[in-house]
């Protein structure tokens, strides 16, 4: 047996992150799979793409899993306030010593089977890898797999008989790998799709549900496209809809614990995914689909971190994300005056999330996420200016925190109005802005 202890493992993952980076296709990470035994094959699994939502669907439908009793294992990226919380069964997250365990294991199996580097898997392959031998090892009942980018050449796309592929919401992210068009992400992220096995997918816009479909029919896959939600009402704790799934069977007063206006939608795919999952031999009660949307928590993803002033965290980091995050203030926010702390990745289409939201907000207050892909925070406000000359760079997330706090104080003191406090952008530096406002309030 390979042993490590855990900060070797992530050294040693970082290193080959460093050297690596991102590299699509398979070839590789099968090529690893096989030394292992093909753990990806032993374990049941629901395999989900898309640009926003994947992380919410993966919340909701794990914990009613979980409520149903069954041993249920999630593969997620990328993590926001533990590293370790990309890999987890039952809302655990992996420990250090079970992670450092799976990584030896990889790294021994590398050593001895790969001495060429160009052939060795990336950092995402090796987790990946991670995550399936930890799901077998585990004896998961089942296993929900977001994809990292794309779909068709991600390294999670591997399994070959998933129970059934899921694909949520796309927008326009990632142009430089998967396309310039939103037909060609479409059409990237389908790639999930296999043969006669299902398919669920978000009800969205028709150039993205008919690219879908084709591949869907090339595939002999039954699609199900999800429907608006019915009776909805929106309040900051909890969202209360009703549905009619594709049997046509209804579901009345269903309750969520996620907030934001979207979240009913990604509910619709939680409820037709258990509609497949239970004709595919699960046993999942209305009791259990009720309890478990109703319970679910998704950190990072609307999610009220503090009150008085009222501080709300988002992972808004696409266009897509950013128009569903407006559509949340518009509904829960009107009257309110708004204050905005934003970071975001060089990468990203960050002007187009500014022509969303900037214009909404009181005051702004940029920073400069840790991250070696993070657009400075001047470059964001110059950005922003164009659309709102309230708006000032920040050297640090600490400063911003405070002086958010201090204007929406300010302002509730001067006028009378309540103010909102809202940090998105960039997932990787949530935990921070987190962590400062629990410093700022202790």
Known sequence: MYTMDYRAAREYVDRINSRKGSVLGLENVKNLLKCMGNPQNDTPIVHVAGTNGKGSFTAMLSSVLSDAGYNTG???????????????????????????????????????????????????????AAAFAFFRRKKCDIAIIETGMGGRDDATNVCDNPVMSVIMSISMDHMTFLGDTIEKIAACKAGIIKNERPVVVYGQSEEIVNTI????????????????????IYDCTETSFSYTDADAHKYKDMRIGLCGTYQKDNCAVVIEAVNILNSNGFNISLKHLYSGV???????????????????IDGAHNPGAALRLRESIE???????????EGVLADKDYEQIEKQLAGKAEYIYTVTPDNPRALPAEKLAECISVYNSNVSAVKSIDKAVEMAIDKAESIEKESGEEAVIISFGSLSYLADVKKAYSNKII
Request: proline share 4%.
């Open 294 to 312: 109703a319970r679910a928590t998704w950190n990072g993803r609307f999610e009220r971190i503090g009150k008085n002033p009222d501080f709300y």
């Open 74 to 128: 999630i593969y997620v990226s990328p993590s926001v306030f533990d590293y370790n919380e990309r890999i987890q069964i039952n809302g655990n997250n992996i420990s250090d010593d079970e992670y450092a365990y799976e990584i030896g294991q990889i790294k021994k199996c590398i050593e001895e089977n790969f001495p060429d580097e160009n052939e060795q898997p990336t950092a995402f392959e090796i987790e990946t």
């Open 331 to 341: 509904k829960y926010f009107e009257g309110k005056k708004l204050i905005y702390i």
């Open 213 to 232: 479909m084709k591949e869907a029919a090339l595939k002999h896959s039954k699609a199900v496209i999800t429907k608006l939600a019915e009776n909805v």
